[in-house]
């Protein structure tokens, strides 16, 4: 039995077999596929992997560009990170300002020098008067009626001369007699002294009554110039500006003159200005100086000065001497008590080559090749003078050998040293001077040591800095340049550069003041950024 079910099995499945072999038509599609999925599957594979192995490439290609970029040709976007101002020509000045009023350089106050009262007042304010103009008239009432008494006393003192003139000459006949007999000692010697004392007492009498003469003569001279001051003159030519005194007014000149105008000569200025302890020591006698009004700000009115006062105001704690010195002021356009804004010009030049103050840095060196408050290193490549060559390596150091068309290149600096263009451009000092060119920093940061550029040097000899200058290539160089007169914008180049070089004076791309790294691009020629 085992065997028939054998055979039984040995005989379908031959036909399972065909009939699988042809199946329906629908039912063939969806197992054909099934069939076909062994053969297909690796030569698929093969592709895909291709394809990852090409896109893997085309990334490797294009990150080698980029750095290729960052290494070849940086210097298109450095050149468009610095902010730079050109050398031009124009004019700069140091100076020293400070506040002031005009007052007229001769003045007079027209008092009375007698008492009464204000009669006539032939003036106003503004009146122009030439010297001896008669400006007004006290009440002479009172002088003309001493005038008169005194002449009277002096009538009656020549007529009392006159009586003991007469006996004086009575007694000098009866002395002659008494000496005469004396001669024949025809009289007494009592009656020859008798005569001599009244002779001499005749003589003492006309000798009184001529000096009580001339004391009522001087009383009387005096009484007639008192009667000359009630009218008053003008001193000095000028204009009225001040009125004290109005007519019919009373005035008391025994205590002190009572001022009735002020006559004042407007055709020359002088311009009291207060200038605190801190600048007066950088004036003298002798230097230019101008001065505007505040009516018109944009006119200047020159002149030297004159004189320092040497005993100072005291105002709120400031210590504050005038500085004196003389406009003219021919139009009349300046009046008495105007306020001025006054320089004085410590040292200047006019169209001259100008540097910004901000390219400014200080020249000196320090120990190790360092430049005081920059943090560079410099590396002498066989280079002189500007030619010294500087390209920086990931450290920050200068390879030597290396150099850019004879220049230098200049990259960003560790955080906390100062180096120009890489910062924004500090705010000038107060004193006058270029402010500091370094790194952006936090706030509250203290600034570099040595960064600033001090213009203080009044002494004349120019004063050394360094500049960085963008050339038409590209590149970034250093030069030492000699600077004369300076303002808080702009600096007078004696020597290093021309006009229409571009110097460096910041960045456009503030950079935080942490310490650099060699992921860090260091400027141009550094290395690139890791990626």
Known sequence: MADAAADTRATTEPNRAASSAAPAPGKAQLTAPVKARPQAGAPKRRRRSGRKWFLFLLVLIALGGVAAW????????????????????????????????????????????????????????GDHVKQGDLIAEIDPA??????????????????????????????????ERQRGLAKIKATSEENLQTAEAALQSAQANVDSLKAQIEKAQATLKGVQVNLGYTKIYAPITGTVVSQSANQGQTLNANQSAPTIVRVSDLSTMTVQAQVSEADVSKLHVGMDAYFTTLGRPEKRYYGKLRQIQPTPEETNNVILYYALFDVPNPAGQLMTQMSAEVFFVVEAA??????????????????????????????DGGGNGDGQHRRRDAGGNAPAGQNQAGQNQVGQNP?????AGQGQPAAPAQSGGPGSIGDSAPAGAAPAQGAAAQPEDNSGKPKRYRVRVLTSSGSVEDRNVEIGAMDRVDAQALSGLSVGDQVITGSRQPKPATAATGNQRRGPGGPPPML
Not at 360 to 372: K, M, N, T
């Open 415 to 419: 955080a906390g040293q100062g180096q």
């Open 142 to 175: 009172l002088y003309l009626n001493q005038i008169e008494g005194d002449r009277a006393d002096i009538a009656n003192l020549q007529a009392q001369l006159a009586d003991k003139q007469a006996q004086l000459v009575l007694t000098q006949q009866q002395a």
């Open 70 to 125: 960052y290494r070849y040709a940086p210097r298109q976007s450095e050149e468009q990170s610095f902010i730079t101002a050109p050398v031009r020509t124009g004019d700069v000045e140091n100076s020293v300002s400070a506040l002031g009023s005009l007052q007229p350089v001769n003045y007079v106050d027209v008092g009375a020098q007698v008492s009464g009262q204000l009669k006539v007042l032939h003036v106003a304010i």
């Open 350 to 379: 006019r169209n001259v080559p100008l540097v910004p103050v901000a390219a400014l840095q200080p020249a000196g060196r320090g120990e190790g090749g360092r430049d005081r408050g920059t943090g560079e290193h410099r590396h």
